[in-house]
């Protein structure tokens, strides 16, 4: 509550994503009355693994990672992109796994753009097309979704559409008719508008739609955390152009939902590895082939339409420039600490070596400005690391150098998938306290 200690927490990736958010969120809502896990940005492209105390596993996409926490409830914002199909597959896993009825638990603001069939059909036409030069996309139609949504903004489907029949089955086929024609299809794209519409209809009959007075009112009762999607590298300002997502990736919309509240600051939490990962194609100047072997990953892999799963050694230059990208982090959590043990050569990169120079900063991006953004990707494609460092097996000495080359406290540490493999270093109030003071 305002006035009242910090209630909220805004929980980032500042890599290429896969670095840990869905188990900080679960954990975040483990360790305190959270009452809302609210997503913020991208959609149903979002893969964000949970392993609970039990054993139990879930992937989650749209749901609130916190969702296996008994009571914790998910919030779709208006910046969120809604898949309806896919938020019946997911909750349909969630019921698997002993969640009771996890669409009473949601609520979806009704401005929220709709992800259909045809979105996600375009998307993956597109992509193949693209050939050697695809960008990695995920194949479920975001980039479509806001795409469309830029381009028609009048007849963009809402979530808020799925409660009028003949609005909603008047913007389905006009998206239907736009797409396969732009595409050049012979055949129309997709399913009938009809048998898309009636699907979302039965979204709409058992999910809470809310309006714009719902999520204010929340955040000035309750404690929340806020779950960002993919990472701030990815961004689609901020990231290595074309290799991006049509989502802004940093703090931005939490805190344009939270200071519309009237709410008090949250806590800005960053989300890195022991070591740098990504998804797909794009510059990744610390890839190292050797580390795919020694540090097996249970949850990620080949993606049919992303690519390989890519890991390289801690890259301090590129999460400088994700920090500086979100206006930096009050804290950070750093997971995969059991990493370093497992690889002892892991290593931490402080400089890039670009054609004879040594670059410790990435020039700043400017909002807009894509020829920008993608001379600096066909830069960083020819980076190889610089200067590194090799902190040793001893997770605390990792935390130190994390510490140093960022300049931002670790708040949380983990050393596995699990909850309980998780260390709360530093509460969230002292934490805020020290940013009011500086």
């Known amino acids: 509550m305002k006035g009242a200690a910090p209630s909220h927490?805004?929980?980032?990736?500042?890599?290429?994503?896969?670095?840990?958010?869905?188990?900080?969120?679960?954990?975040?809502?483990?360790?305190?009355?959270?009452?809302?896990?609210?997503r913020f940005n991208g959609g149903a492209q979002a893969a964000h693994n949970v392993v609970a105390p039990d054993g139990r596993h879930h992937t989650f996409a749209q749901f609130g990672s916190g969702s296996l926490v008994p009571g914790v409830r998910t919030h779709l914002s208006r910046f969120m992109l809604v898949d309806p199909l896919a938020l019946a597959t997911e909750a349909a896993h969630l019921r698997g796994l002993g969640v009771a009825d996890p669409l009473a638990r949601l609520t979806v603001d009704r401005r929220a753009l709709l992800t259909?069939?045809?979105?996600?059909?375009?998307?993956?036409?597109?992509?193949?097309?693209?050939?050697?030069?695809?960008?990695?996309?995920?194949?479920?139609?975001?980039?479509?979704?806001?795409?469309?949504?830029?381009?028609?903004?009048?007849?963009?489907?809402?979530?808020?559409?799925?409660?009028?029949?003949?609005?909603?089955?008047?913007?389905?086929?006009?998206?239907?008719?736009?797409?396969?024609?732009?595409?050049?299809?012979?055949?129309?794209?997709?399913?009938?508008?009809?048998d898309c519409a009636a699907a979302f209809r039965a979204f709409a009959d058992h999910t809470t739609l809310t309006d714009d007075s719902y999520l204010p009112r929340l955040l000035r009762s309750v404690r929340t955390v806020f779950e960002g999607a993919q990472g701030v590298l990815l961004d689609?300002?901020?990231?290595?152009?074309?290799?991006?997502?049509?989502?802004?990736?940093?703090?931005?919309?939490?805190?344009?939902?939270?200071?519309?509240?009237?709410?008090?600051?949250?806590?800005?939490?960053?989300?890195?590895?022991?070591?740098?990962?990504?998804?797909?194609?794009g510059p990744m100047v610390t890839e190292d082939p050797a580390l795919a072997a020694a540090l097996p990953e249970p949850h990620n892999g080949h993606g049919r339409w992303q690519g390989a799963f890519r890991l390289g050694h801690f890259d301090a230059v590129a999460h400088r420039y994700a920090l500086a990208a979100c206006g930096g982090a009050d804290a950070l959590a750093l997971t995969h600490l059991d990493a370093p043990a497992r690889f002892r050569y892991l290593s931490l990169c402080e400089t890039y070596d670009l054609d004879g120079d040594q670059l410790t900063e990435l020039p700043p991006a400017v909002p807009g400005d894509l020829d920008r953004q993608l001379r600096l990707t066909v830069a960083l494609l020819r980076a190889r690391p610089g200067r590194t460092r090799t902190p040793g097996p001893d997770p605390r000495a990792w935390t130190?150098?994390?510490?140093?080359?960022?300049?931002?406290?670790?708040?949380?540490?983990?050393?596995?998938?699990?909850?309980?493999?998780?260390?709360?270093?530093?509460?969230?109030?002292?934490?805020?306290a020290q940013r009011r003071s500086a």
């Open 9 to 38: 927490t805004v929980v980032v990736d500042l890599g290429y994503g896969d670095a840990g958010k869905g188990g900080v969120v679960d954990h975040l809502c483990r360790s305190t009355e959270v009452h809302t896990v609210v």
């Open 116 to 194: 259909t069939p045809y979105h996600a059909a375009a998307n993956r036409i597109r992509e193949t097309a693209r050939g050697r030069a695809r960008h990695g996309s995920c194949g479920v139609g975001v980039g479509e979704t806001a795409a469309y949504a830029l381009a028609h903004p009048e007849d963009a489907p809402t979530a808020g559409d799925c409660t009028s029949p003949s609005r909603l089955l008047t913007v389905l086929a006009r998206l239907r008719e736009r797409l396969t024609a732009d595409l050049g299809l012979s055949e129309p794209l997709g399913p009938p508008p009809a």
């Open 236 to 281: 689609e300002w901020h990231g290595f152009h074309p290799y991006t997502t049509w989502s802004t990736t940093t703090f931005a919309n939490a805190e344009t939902l939270i200071a519309e509240a009237g709410a008090d600051p949250a806590l800005r939490l960053g989300v890195l590895r022991s070591y740098t990962t990504r998804h797909g194609p």
């Open 400 to 432: 130190e150098a994390v510490e140093e080359s960022l300049g931002t406290p670790v708040r949380l540490t983990s050393y596995g998938p699990r909850s309980t493999d998780k260390h709360l270093l530093t509460p969230a109030p002292a934490v805020l």
